[in-house]
């Protein structure tokens, strides 16, 4: 067999399951680079896992910021093995309330970056034979009032992931799709639905509604991912990592 050199890029490096995945793999003896907004986040990231991990301020967003991570991530890595679109944002709101403006903002946070960032790492993945890993939700199995925006936008991530396997599959390239459930991140503090104390009541609310009786980690879904990265026969997956909670569980 081979030896394919390259290292990952996970975007939204800089906390949560972008920060636990960029520590899996480095762990895992791989090459990672790491971007976010909040330079002190990536920075503090960089500074606890090492050498092998790689920080460049950057917004996804911006086309200029993606050709410039995607260069220097190439250049960490010696080539590039793996993108990990784990970057997005978060918008709830009643369908009396929709914002157009922020409906197009997280479309383009969560769905566009992704997809341009699929197109600028395409040479470097199909040279490796590397892969694609989007990270979706558990919000377009299970209906949660007020999140259409965001369950949306994930759902069209599925969409992407398995059109995306089967177009760049003869090329060697991989694409699959992560589905978190209950997962403690600021991604909901950062939206502005409330404190991380308002967040960790609302985990705990969740606990009843998962198989398993309990929300899931960071670390857990950074196993899922890293299994997507390493298996060589799959590919237009959607694996479901989340307790249980899609099952839709009621304690009569």
Excluded at 50 to 62: L, Q, R, W
Excluded at 87 to 107: E, K, T, W
Excluded at 112 to 140: D, R, Y
Aim: glycine content about 14%; proline content about 3%.
């Amino acid at each position: 067999m081979k030896t394919i050199e390259g290292g990952y890029l996970v975007t939204g490096g800089g906390s949560g399951i972008g920060e636990a995945t960029a520590e899996m793999l480095v762990n895992r003896g791989r090459k990672v680079t790491i971007c976010g907004r909040r330079g002190d986040n990536i920075d503090a990231v960089v500074r606890r896992l090492g050498g092998a991990c790689h920080g460049v301020k950057a917004d996804v967003t911006s086309p200029a910021d993606r050709a410039r991570l995607v260069k220097e991530a190439i250049q960490h890595g010696n080539g590039l093995r793996g993108l990990i679109n784990n970057a997005g944002n978060m918008y709830r709101s009643r369908v009396a309330d929709y914002d157009s403006d922020q409906l197009l903002d997280i479309f383009n946070q969560n769905v566009v970056s992704g997809m341009m960032l699929a197109q600028e790492t395409l040479a470097a993945l199909k040279a490796s034979e590397g892969s694609i890993v989007f990270l979706g939700s558990i919000h377009t199995q299970r209906a949660f009032p007020g999140a259409s925006p965001y369950a949306a936008s994930k759902a069209a991530l599925q969409a992407v992931t398995q059109v995306m396997a089967a177009e760049l599959g003869p090329e060697g390239i991989r694409v699959n799709c992560v589905l978190p459930g209950a997962v403690p991140t600021d991604i909901n503090v950062r939206a502005g639905l409330g404190s991380q104390d308002d967040q960790a009541k609302r985990m705990k609310a969740l606990e009843p509604l998962h198989a398993l009786g309990r929300i899931g980690s960071a670390e857990e879904v950074a196993e899922a991912i890293g299994y997507l990265l390493d298996a060589s026969w799959t590919t237009g997956a959607l694996l479901t990592v989340d307790g249980g909670l899609s099952l839709g569980m009621t304690h009569l």
